[in-house]
């Protein structure tokens, strides 16, 4: 029997309200990543082929586009279909354009960020830094905050500037990840 199943993260109560679901998978934690999620592994192994799973938005199944392709092709390879709720985007095995054209642009989009990545740099006061930090580099620096290490070695660290550490520090607090 193909079944509805909800993956909720960070125990939000208003994710997936009103989405008829027969069975709901919840990660409380707020820092976990997913692939270290006992949740989403547990969800990983209900799914049977035709399940269709619903996630609220894709930040909830990733924190950066690797991490999340990566989490959606797991699905994919047990020919579950994955509903992004706040999206509205549906990826799925069969072979309706839409759908496979969703999938491709969402490919693309993974390539081009891994390829333009390291690009993305930018002088400030004659260094060379980037642009943005991702999720799990965020993470890091998160940790050397917390260890002591002073805000502007941090950010030199990073390779970034201050302003945007303090940017994604301060969009982390309001519950907003970058990619």
């Not at 035709?50 to 938005?57: K, M, N, V």
């Not at 759908?99 to 989009?109: E, G, M, R, S, Y």
């Not at 006061?125 to 943005?132: D, I, L």
Request: glycine share 6%; hydrophobic share 35%; net charge positive.
């Amino acid at each position: 029997m193909v079944q509805q199943i909800g993956f909720i993260k960070n125990g939000d109560k208003n994710q997936l309200k009103g989405v008829p679901l027969d069975r709901v998978f919840r990660e409380r934690s707020l820092d976990i990543r997913p692939l270290d999620s006992e949740s989403l592994k547990k969800c990983l192994d209900f799914v049977r082929p035709g399940d269709t799973l619903h996630i609220e938005s894709m930040d909830k199944l990733g924190s950066d586009l690797t991490e999340l392709k990566r989490m959606i092709d797991l699905f994919m390879e047990k020919d579950v279909i994955i509903h992004f709720h706040k999206e509205n985007i549906i990826f799925s095995n069969d072979k309706e354009p839409a759908n496979q054209a969703a999938l491709n642009l969402f490919n693309q989009t993974v390539n081009f960020h891994k390829e333009t990545g390291d690009k993305l740099l930018k002088k400030v006061n004659g260094r060379r830094v980037r642009k943005f930090i991702s999720g799990k580099d965020l993470n890091k620096a998160m940790k050397m905050i917390e260890s002591g290490i002073p805000r502007t070695k941090v950010a030199e660290k990073m390779g970034i500037s201050r302003s945007t550490l303090y940017k994604r520090l301060k969009e982390r607090e309001q519950g907003y990840e970058t990619l």
